[in-house]
């Protein structure tokens, strides 16, 4: 019963959203009760790839990793620049001042910056990370994905909002209380206080930190009790979303055969990254693209990303569906999403 109601307020929030989004392209002039139909690519763009420069950024960690195959192939190409960032909001000040066309970020990221980018619209054109969160114990026990019941009482540690978010859904969706979510360290200090720290027992980290702390060794040696995405996986139907791929509104309008093409090779881009018959070289380019940081620890650590390549209505579906299940404020509506 429970799944049959999320999926009607889904769909419920897909209508509702075209009015209450449209007031986003109220920069852009246009009446808040109007929808901006221009925001989905149509046909005026370019029918053949031409020859105009692409910029891409990208942060390091799993958003980034599908791009790593496609930034080793086009590294003498001044047609396709890659572009490290270090924190969603960099990579939105920089596409604001019109120096990235395409981004992939956070999942969680993509509604909060539809009112933050100037007046350069921008569209989800893919979802290129499933589930990567996992919660760490210091104790060596499992926790059953259906039943959280044994974490009443504890504290776990989270170093950002988003990672506490989908934790919070997973415990209210299982009746799961009195649970504290500590978020006293970041993702830069959470590895040194959780050795450190004699009252942190439990840790949510996404990869490829959650690697890192499971391979060190010292006062205590954490390992995963719970893989986030099968304790969803219980309680959503719909996938849980950790990555996407947006692209500016207007370069798609004006380019679309250039976009398509791009996005195509994304697509085997992610593929070949995930194919465990390339890890070595893989983890090699996400190395040397700075998105992993070692060798070692990325080959333990991308076949734990849940790299994917979804778009289209499918795309559009789970994006909603996981807006919904967190509670975001804004939800982006059909025109905020690329049609492929």
Known sequence: MKKALTLLLAL???????????????????????????????STGSDTVDDVTVNVGYLSGTTGLGLAKMIADHKDDAKRTF????????????YAKGDVDFAALPTNAFPTFTKSVGNR???????????????LS?????IPANDLSSLSGKSVYVPENAPKLVLQHILNENGVENVDLNMKYNLETIDAGAQADADVH???????????????????????????????NEV?????????LIVSKDFANAHKATVDALVSEYEASINWMKDQANLD?????????????????????????????????EMMTAANAFFTALGLAVQPADAYYGAR
């Open 12 to 42: 419920a929030l897909i209508l509702v959203s075209v009015f209450s989004f449209a007031s986003c392209e109220k920069q852009n002039g246009t009446d808040a009760t109007t929808l901006d139909t221009s925001a989905v690519p149509d």
């Open 83 to 94: 572009t490290k960032y270090n924190s969603p909001a960099e990579i939105m000040a920089a």
């Open 121 to 135: 619209a921008f569209q989800m054109f893919a979802i290129n990370t499933l589930g990567v969160l996992y919660l």
């Open 138 to 142: 210091d104790d060596g026990a499992t």
């Open 202 to 232: 439990y840790v949510l980290l996404p990869e490829p930190k959650a690697t890192a702390l499971t391979s060190q060794t010292g006062t205590k040696t954490f390992t995963v009790a719970l893989d986030l995405t099968a304790a969803w």
């Open 236 to 244: 959503d139907e719909d996938p849980l979303v950790q990555g996407c």
């Open 281 to 313: 070289e893989a983890a090699q380019y996400a190395v040397d693209a700075g998105i992993l940081p070692k060798v070692p620890l990325a080959k333990k650590a991308i076949p734990r990303c849940n790299l994917t390549f979804i778009s289209g209505t």
